[in-house]
């Protein structure tokens, strides 16, 4: 397969906003006064005609020829070969594989590519033929890998369910492959260039499917070692740093302008983490709850505010009290970190307050009756 050209690439990515779903000129005759409405009819034909040799190639490149756009996606945006980040995300990516087939083991008969790319900007993205494309930028924001995980789950979400295929097939694709058949260029190139062109647009994945892909990234953390916490950690984080505006420094992808908001995707996840628990633990503006008696408000460190900070906490809680109730289990401290059972629930700073008066708080909590559901604590 030839290797798409910049101008080439440049010029359909130009024509994405100046064409529409079918070529004007398939469908409008060349003068008004002279309609031929056998012209018209041929030229719907031949539209018919292209759009399904379009979506052909599109399943082609989904499938057999995926490896083939695979190298096309390195060589658009560039690889970062560093060791230490590269290994990182060889176990993450082992480990979400892992938390997929749980789910979902169709995951095994088409395994993701994936490569970290030279791009500095906040994002990642999976495209066609289950391939995954992580910003280095990504690295530079997020210091943990339990929020880089549920990025990448999100993305394996779109994969899964083919949200990328579909919405290319939907979307305005056929104008643009047309205009590059038009300019001499074969299909197979000119949607390897239409795709790529505007993967980074993300106009062709809707608001359902992107609440589809967060809710999938929960489902395949449960599956993991990763802080099922960290799904509403991440959107705290990119609160903390950005506030609600879906623009600033992040990339399209991950926050494109019709999609859920910041505070929204973090306070469903939120929700889901509570549920997850079986209703035990809460969180609500950095304060972690336990039978809706307060236990933890961690203050803000060098890198992470004492809200993200809650949602860890309250992940680790969450995973111990989905399997057994609050009533049989006992919290304790050494030195500054805080257990139950062998489960390390929380590490406090210097500026926390201390482990043992976290534990005590903990366990009396506890034994706490759970507030009925529906009903909210009474303020004293």
Known sequence: MKLISKSLAKKIAALTAAVTIIPSALLIPAKAEAFDIGGAIGGMIMAGAQAKQVSSQIDYFDDKGRDEFYGQMQQEYGV???????????????????????????????????????????????????????????????????????????????????HVKKGFKKSSTLSIIAA?????????????????????????????????????????????????????????????KSGDSKSSFLGAVFTPNDHPGHVERRDTYAKTLSAYSNDVVTVADGTVSVNGQTVFTPVDDDDMSGAERSYFVAGNLARVYHNAKPSSLAASSYGNEVYIGDTLIFTASDMDESASVLADRLNAAHKAQAPAAGKKKKKK
Request: proline share 3%.
């Open 80 to 162: 970062n070969e560093d060791p230490e980040l590269n290994a990182k995300v060889d176990e993450l990516m082992a480990n979400l594989t892992e938390g997929v087939g749980a789910v979902d083991p169709s995951i095994y008969d088409k395994p993701y590519n994936y490569f970290i790319n030279n791009d500095t900007s906040f994002n990642a993205f999976c495209s066609l033929g289950h391939n995954i494309s992580i910003n280095t930028g990504l690295f530079d924001m997020i210091n943990n890998m339990d929020e880089v995980a549920v990025v990448i789950g999100h993305e394996m979400g779109h994969g899964q369910k083919e």
């Open 180 to 240: 590059g058949i038009q300019g001499g260029s074969s299909i197979g190139i000119a949607i390897c260039t239409s795709v790529l062109a505007n993967q980074v647009q993300a106009n062709n994945i809707t608001k359902p499917q992107e609440r589809e892909a967060d809710a999938l990234a929960f489902e395949y953390l449960v599956n993991t070692p990763y802080n099922l916490g960290a799904t509403a950690a991440v959107w705290q984080r990119v609160i903390d």
